[in-house]
């Protein structure tokens, strides 16, 4: 009795430390992972939508995957959503094992099926529909196993298995296995157990026949080979697996066989145990103490953290939240092109760039612009940087490309509400009406949609938009061809088209910096006027010094600028040790590494940086 | 039991009211309404089309706070009266039973919408009835009017005297492959052809049940062969070969500018497996493209343009409309190239020269430069009267947004072409009856079941191709050939 109860209680504080942890992980540590997979579908909640959806195999669990998604929206919604799948995961899986051992000592080996979910979903190309479609797949095995009668039980397998295959896809497979093994363990541990006399749960326990298993193999088989064949033209990996366990329809990776496989592996683990009704706390204890490696091991295989850092500066980015961006730069600088252009990016919004920019490591002219290699994610954010510069058709062009290359042959509600703005911005209406309806068909951006609608055909709103007005007073008239590499004449002709543009001189500014080119950048110097500066940026006095010091004889005298005390103090130290010692690189690193000159001195540029 | 029965019989009478009401619902109009005196604003417009008898149901929505709809169809031999609540959505069955009765004739129909608890009338509209049937099936293709990339894509037919729409072959079979050109012989679904792009690369073949994979790349032509037409013989397919490129505008007028650097023709002879083609129509010092066959198949027409240095004289290339004589019983071309109409005089570009079945005209479309018409806005639709060599504009199927590919349905007077007019980016098929003196009727929208259908595809209908009946050699029965190594092709330049 006394063991029973500790059981009990030790059940309830595994369970809750672990759900807790799940939780905590996605909510605090995974939060960005999960917006980026809400931003990056498209989904609609229309009749026509589910229909479409239905008449795919897994078509429900994609169905209701992109659904509950959809409320990733809220951060919190995310992970309790996950949270909650994986419990019912769980549950479904004690379920299960405990038909075939009704020990409560083996109750961790249950949680391994919601860990190894938890690790899979960290991937952004595993979809939630992977968890609902798998989740299915259990609560079908748990409907099975829990018909007594075994006439009852072979209807039920007979309808349960292309059901599953309809409603969940590939997880039927993990159904069947569950099925067959249900029955051939059951049978043999009622045999032996009424050989030993020792009565359980199993005792009397009748098995389907062994034809009626084969029927279940050939139904399992036979179901997605008609459906190939007659229904839908899909290769025969597609047809068995489905659609919607994996964003990349062009590979099925394996951990979702395994993961397939794990609830009836399980089902073989648990029989081998002991199954008497006592408490094992030595293999209790070993299961929580193995339970641990195995989750540190296992988020670091599947937890990419480098990747919630990109999507963390993506989603500040997507909320126009440009002082975030900086303030988490400040903790976690960018580690690479698509973080550096979003802080880049930020930088220039704040009007910033021309002081801090080399504070943070630059990384040549791919820090600024991201160029579109036929994937998704640079040309996603690539165009929020083409969209605040002004460039309005190459934002509308990366849109288009990044919902036209999402693995998943889907839309991405991202690039719909983008596209929606290019187009009034541009004065397309009708294309603009087009997008806006589709999003009047979502949850969360029917009412932007709805708002933005009144915008439609009407120039004075549109022209006193703050943001929008704005694209419009930037916007390029004569007409040139965009390409990402000629960025210097692109930005030159945006200027040119409109010389208050701060974003675009910013962004040139900081084009030439970073390309070392100095001549290029004092001759845009005095624009600074015409745009209301009152004070050069730090990062353009330093170059403005460093120019002057090639040329002038008292660099620290009077000059043609206005350059701070401070800043020509800083460059005398700077030279000195610059020209007078031979670790100076090691020495500089310490104090002056955020300063333009030592980019200029020590940082190496790639050939293709130039451009 | 006594319980039970009172119910049943309560159940019953109920249940009979209820089918009075609807029965009764079902057949009136209004009899108290305002009249509006003004044409619904329906989507798609079908007031006053001419539709072929055997067209599937022009299904429509009226938008606006409508709550219900009523419908009345009349002509000389019946009524019909149908309902909805914000759309007209009519049964197939219902509505060929309609087109039979009024073949010929016009049908009046009058609408009644309910807005705010009140009935409106609206005047009432025709829809005039042809009773010549147009090519019962189109095939075309579904792809995003984007720039490099693709999402799900494929050649698809839809049975145009219903709602059917089935894959011929999609990327979804073959992931991360483009098709395109999906082409035909004199509308035959058993002769077809079109290209794979991406990992399984070729030009697929269909003729007699059979699919063979084609690399039309020979180290003597520019490209693979890209834009085709068969003869009428079955025996050759011209095609043009191609360096294309594209380029993106930066001012928000255009998005994009398709344009070909180089391009020659090409004929390709099935039987003899083999690519001819003659200097005249592969020279250096001109572009050619768009090749079509007349319909006796002795005369190749085709559109060229003088060279010029791209992408700068992006808009200077202007493309003429010409012939020369190709005799199909020795694949040979003739000695000379005749000019039908000159860019020079017109100032303008030609593409797409699709000749009549019945040999009287060649419609083409026109636009300021350039060949890829389906990003000019300027562009539209022309008629040339191959009889005295006229050509005028289509008046009544144009209009400000694209109209560009186009195709013949088989007796030479229904005709299907692309059109960007709803909303000036998703292309959209049309289709309009061409009288006996040239003049098109007001095009009607491919019919789709749901109204909001246009609305919520993300897609266009590339290159409709009006066909006499279904594709049976689907993806699914071409994926050993395609998996199969591509037949060669091999190269022959005559005199």
Redesign the interface.
């Known amino acids: 009795m006394e063991n029973k109860k500790l059981l009990k209680y030790a059940e309830y504080i595994f369970t809750g430390l672990f759900f807790a942890g799940i939780f905590i992980f996605f909510a605090f540590f995974y939060n960005s992972h999960l917006h980026f997979r809400e931003a990056t579908q498209l989904f609609?909640l229309?009749g026509?939508y589910f229909i479409a959806k239905m008449n795919l195999p897994g078509g429900f669990s994609g169905w209701l995957g992109e659904f509950l998604t959809q409320f990733y929206f809220i951060s919190i919604a995310g992970p309790i959503t996950i949270t909650i799948l994986l419990f019912v995961i769980q549950k479904a899986t004690f379920r299960i094992l405990n038909t075939i051992n009704e020990n409560r000592s083996f109750f961790p080996l249950s949680f391994l099926v919601p860990l190894n979910v938890a690790m899979i979903i960290c991937d952004e190309f595993y979809p939630l529909s992977a968890v609902v479609g798998f989740l299915i797949s259990l609560l079908a095995g748990w409907l099975y196993i829990s018909i007594a009668q075994s006439n009852r039980r072979f209807l039920s397998g007979i309808i349960l298995i292309p059901l599953t295959y309809s409603l969940a896809g590939g997880s039927y497979l993990s159904l069947l296995a569950v099925i067959i093994l249900f029955e051939i363990l059951s049978a043999v541990k009622a045999r032996k157990s009424t050989a030993r006399k020792e009565p359980d749960h199993l005792t009397g326990f009748k098995m389907v026949k062994v034809w009626q298993l084969l029927f279940y193999l050939i139904i399992a088989v036979g179901v997605p080979l008609f459906v190939?064949?007659f229904l839908?033209?899909?290769?025969a990996g597609?047809a068995y697996f489905s659609e919607f366990y994996y964003a990349l329809?062009?590979e099925m990776p394996k951990a979702i066989p395994m993961l397939f496989a794990l609830p009836p592996v399980l089902m073989v683990v648990i029989f081998f145990l002991p199954s008497k009704e006592k408490m094992y706390k030595a293999a209790l204890f070993i299961q929580v103490a193995l339970f641990v490696p195995v989750v540190i091991y296992g988020f670091r295989l599947w937890a990419n953290f480098g990747a919630e850092s990109i999507m963390k500066y993506d989603y500040l980015v997507r909320m126009n939240r440009w002082e975030d961006v900086i303030k988490y730069a400040e903790k976690r600088p960018p580690r690479n092109n698509l973080s550096l252009a979003m802080l880049n990016l930020s930088l220039a919004k704040t009007g910033t760039m021309g002081d801090r920019m080399f504070q943070f490591e630059q990384n040549g002219v791919g820090g600024l612009f991201l160029p579109?290699a036929?994937e998704y994610v640079a040309p996603m954010m690539g165009s929020e940087i083409f969209y605040q510069l002004g460039?309005?058709?190459?934002s509308?062009?990366y849109s288009?490309?990044s919902?036209?290359?999402?693995p998943a042959?889907?839309?991405m509600v991202r690039s719909v509400k983008r596209l929606a703005e290019t187009n009034l911005?541009?004065?397309?209406y009708?294309?603009a009406?087009?997008y806006l309806?589709?999003l009047d068909k979502t949850v969360f951006y029917r009412k932007w949609a709805h708002n933005t609608e009144k915008y439609l055909n009407n120039e004075d709103l549109i022209n006193n938009d703050p943001d929008w007005g704005w694209k419009r007073k930037m916007?390029?008239?004569?007409?040139?061809?965009?390409?990402v590499d000629i960025m210097e004449g692109?930005l030159n002709?945006l200027l040119k088209a409109n010389p208050h543009n701060n974003v675009a001189y910013q962004y040139v500014m900081a084009f030439y910096l970073i390309n070392k080119d100095l001549g290029h950048f004092m001759k845009l110097v005095p624009m600074m006027n015409d745009l209301g500066y009152t004070r050069i940026p730090v990062g353009y006095q330093e170059a403005i010094m460093y120019v002057i010091g090639l040329t002038s004889e008292n660099p620290m005298g009077e000059v043609p600028y206005k350059i701070s005390n401070d800043t020509k103090l800083r460059m005398q130290a700077y030279a000195n040790i610059y020209t007078s010692r031979k670790d100076a690189q090691e020495i500089l690193r310490k104090s002056y590494s955020g300063t333009y000159w030592y980019y200029l001195h020590y940082k190496k540029l790639e050939t293709k940086d130039k451009k | 039991v006594k319980f039970l029965t009172g119910f049943m019989r309560k159940i019953k009478y109920i249940l009979f009211i209820a089918g009075l009401i609807l029965l009764a619902s079902c057949t009136s109009v209004p009899g108290k309404f305002t009249d509006k005196g003004v044409s619904p604003a329906l989507f798609p417009d079908v007031i006053d089309v001419t539709i072929p008898v055997n067209i599937a149901p022009l299904n429509f929505r009226l938008d606006g706070n409508v709550q219900k709809l009523i419908a009345v169809y009349e002509c000389e031999n019946g009524k019909y009266i149908f309902h909805g609540r914000h759309a007209i959505e009519i049964p197939v069955s219902k509505w060929h039973n309609m087109l039979k009765l009024c073949a010929d004739k016009s049908i009046n129909v009058t609408l009644f919408s309910k807005e705010d608890g009140k009935w409106i009338k609206y005047l009432p509209f025709k829809i005039n009835i042809k009773n010549v049937p147009i090519d019962p099936y189109m095939a075309y293709r579904l792809i995003a009017p984007g720039y490099e990339s693709w999402s799900e894509m494929g050649i698809y037919q839809r049975n145009l005297t219903n709602f059917d729409e089935e894959t011929i072959i999609d990327n979804r079979l073959l992931p991360g492959n483009c098709m395109n050109c999906h082409s035909f012989n004199n509308n035959d679904p058993d002769q077809m052809m079109f290209h794979l792009r991406g990992n399984i690369a070729g030009t697929m073949l269909v003729k007699d049940g059979k699919a063979t994979r084609l690399n039309t790349k020979t180290k003597e032509t520019l490209s693979n062969c890209v834009y085709p037409y068969w003869h009428p013989s079955g025996n050759y397919i011209a095609y043009s070969v191609n360096a294309i490129s594209q380029v993106f505008h930066t001012a928000k007028e255009k998005r994009i500018e398709v344009m070909d650097s180089k391009s020659d023709l090409v004929v390709y002879d099935i039987r003899a497996n083999k690519l001819i083609s003659s200097k005249l129509i592969s020279g250096e010092e001109s572009f050619e493209t768009f090749p079509s066959f007349s319909a006796d198949g002795k005369t190749l027409f085709f559109c060229s343009a003088k060279k010029g240095t791209l992408p700068e004289d992006y808009n200077k290339i202007r493309y003429s409309l010409c012939k020369i004589d190709f005799d199909a019983a020795t694949g040979s071309f003739g000695n000379k190239i005749d000019t039908l109409i000159s860019s020079f005089k017109t100032g303008r570009s030609i593409s797409f020269p699709r000749p009549s079945h019945d040999g009287k005209y060649i419609m083409f479309t026109m636009s300021d430069y350039g060949n890829f018409s389906i990003w000019h806005n300027e562009a539209d639709l022309y008629l040339l009267n191959l009889a005295d060599g006229s050509f005028k504009k289509m008046e009544n199927v144009n209009t400000d947004k694209t109209e560009s590919y186009h195709s013949w349905s088989s007796g030479s007077h229904w005709f299907v072409f692309s059109s960007r007019r709803i909303d000036g980016l998703y292309t959209r098929p049309y289709f309009a009856w061409l009288d006996d003196s040239g003049i098109a009727t007001k095009p009607f929208l491919l019919p789709q079941k749901d109204p909001d259908y246009y609305d919520n595809s993300l897609r266009s209908f590339n290159v409709p191709e009006l066909i006499t009946g279904k594709v049976r050699v689907n993806g699914r029965k071409m994926l050993k050939s395609i998996g199969a190594d591509a037949k060669n092709i091999t190269f022959e330049l005559k005199d």
Request: net charge neutral; charged share 30%; glycine share 2%.
């Open positions: 609609l229309t026509d190939m064949q839908l033209q899909e290769p597609l329809r062009t579109f036929k460039l309005v058709n190459a509308q062009e288009f490309e919902t036209e290359t999402t042959l889907n839309k911005i541009n004065g397309h009708e294309v009406l087009k309806k589709l916007m390029i008239k004569n007409d040139f061809f965009f390409k692109v002709m």
